[in-house]
């Protein structure tokens, strides 16, 4: 099996869920991983150990903005919590401002809250990159080298009573747009300051989901950074995508986040996949309906609120269900539950004995959308420096962008 190594944790397959606000909460994290732990056999599952080893692959945290967390507002904390199975502890970080971003990092090693710490640098929704975050940070290279190097000084300061370093990673989009691409540049500094792995989604924030992910550009970056691993994402659908990106750009694994999307046992057919196993997963709609009860259920036991829980749970209904025959009404009403005993009623009219559709479950899924002009700071793409004026911008939008 191709493994992975992320500074001192050792992650047994090449497989890490990607944040997803709103999606990759507790519940849903833990769907993926015991998806991706059903690929291995009883003594591969048996050797997680801690903060340390993960044998399945990393599941990684919703983004967490760094002044939320600093703030320690409540539904920030939820969030950074971590099933007490997952066995090595994930968390992404946003942020605009060195300081805060460190004070975070300080706080998710010190008070042993993480295990590994991702840094956000490719998010490109516009209430994130109007403030200069996000995919559009990269372009201020002072900038995204003072956050970068300060979270590694701080999680390097804060393991010092710990039995290993937490490493820090950066996950970021190949720049702007086609006339302003910062991938490589950032990818070079970012291993210089001392990450252990780059992860580049191969799209510009102007296209958003659109279009096709550029693998190329992976492989570009690989060739770029030859001391720490590079992670590929972008158009993973199946464990062959996820193969295939590994064999044409050499990166040294795949982050996956569309793709699994009301598809959690993807990652049993990914983990199977870079082990060169043919086991894939192909759910009937019993199965199917089965794991949405089992994930309402995850979801009420971490929220604490029937109601919050399937509320939240609503968004995945369309996810679970694309490709099997499921009549307009029922999608509608299953999309407004807001008890289990709601829940029970909606599944047990469907006709649960359709077998798994194939191409119809498969592939894209989620609102791809078309390209945008992104929203930017004024003057932003002027200058590759921070004038005092950006600098004081900065600061103000940590406290704008709420966590998550």
């Known amino acids: 099996m191709t493994s992975l190594q992320i500074g001192p944790v050792s992650v047994g397959s090449p497989v890490v869920l990607a944040p997803m606000a709103g999606v990759t909460n507790p519940p849903f994290r833990r769907l993926c991983r015991e998806a991706g732990l059903a690929a ?58 060195p300081a805060t971003v460190t004070a975070a990092v300080r706080i998710l090693v010190e008070e042993d809250r993480a295990d590994h710490v991702d840094l956000n640098f490719g ?21 995204f080298q003072a956050i970068v190097t300060g979270a590694v ?3 390097r300061e804060g ?13 970021m989009r190949m720049g702007i747009d086609d006339d302003h691409l910062t991938y490589l540049d950032a990818g070079r500094i970012a291993e210089q300051a001392g990450v252990s792995a780059v992860a580049l989604h191969a799209r510009t924030a102007a296209q958003h989901y659109s279009g096709e992910a550029r693998w190329e550009s ?36 795949v982050v996956v986040g569309r793709g699994c999307q009301g598809r959690p046992w993807l990652f049993t057919d990914l983990v199977a996949g870079f082990a060169g196993s043919p086991l894939r997963v192909r759910p009937g709609l019993t199965e199917v309906a089965a794991v949405i009860r089992r994930h309402a259920e995850l979801m ?16 995945h209904m369309a996810w679970y269900l694309k490709g099997y025959v499921v009549g307009g009404d029922a999608r509608r009403e299953l999309g407004l539950v807001s008890t289990l005993a709601e829940l029970d009623e909606r599944l047990a009219v469907l006709d649960l004995s359709q077998p798994y559709p ?4 498969e592939g894209p899924r989620g609102r791809a959308g078309s390209p945008k002009v992104p929203h930017l700071p004024e003057a932003w793409l002027e200058s590759q420096d921070i004038d005092e004026r950006l600098r004081r911008l900065l600061t103000e939008a940590e406290l704008s962008i709420s966590g998550g």
């Open 40 to 97: 291995l056999d009883e003594d591969a599952r048996a050797a997680a150990r801690p903060g340390e080893y993960a044998p399945a692959g990393l599941y990684v945290t919703e983004m967490v903005t760094s002044r939320a967390l600093v703030e320690r507002t409540p539904e920030t904390m939820r969030m950074v919590s971590a099933d007490p199975l997952e066995p090595v502890r994930s968390v992404q970080l946003y942020g605009v401002d």
């Open 123 to 143: 998010c490109p929704v516009p209430k994130v990159t109007r403030k200069g975050g996000g995919a559009a940070l990269p372009w201020k290279r002072d900038l």
């Open 153 to 155: 000084a701080a999680a």
């Open 159 to 171: 393991s010092r009573h710990r039995d290993r370093e937490v490493p820090v990673t950066v996950k």
């Open 218 to 253: 992976i492989a570009r970056l690989k060739e770029a950074v030859r001391s720490v691993p590079v992670l590929g994402n972008g158009d993973i659908w199946s464990a062959e995508d996820a193969v295939e990106m590994v064999r044409q750009t050499g990166c040294d694994g």
């Open 300 to 315: 009420v036991e971490h929220f604490e609120s029937e109601t919050k829980a399937l509320r939240e749970l609503r968004k």
């Open 358 to 361: 194939g191409e119809g479950a």
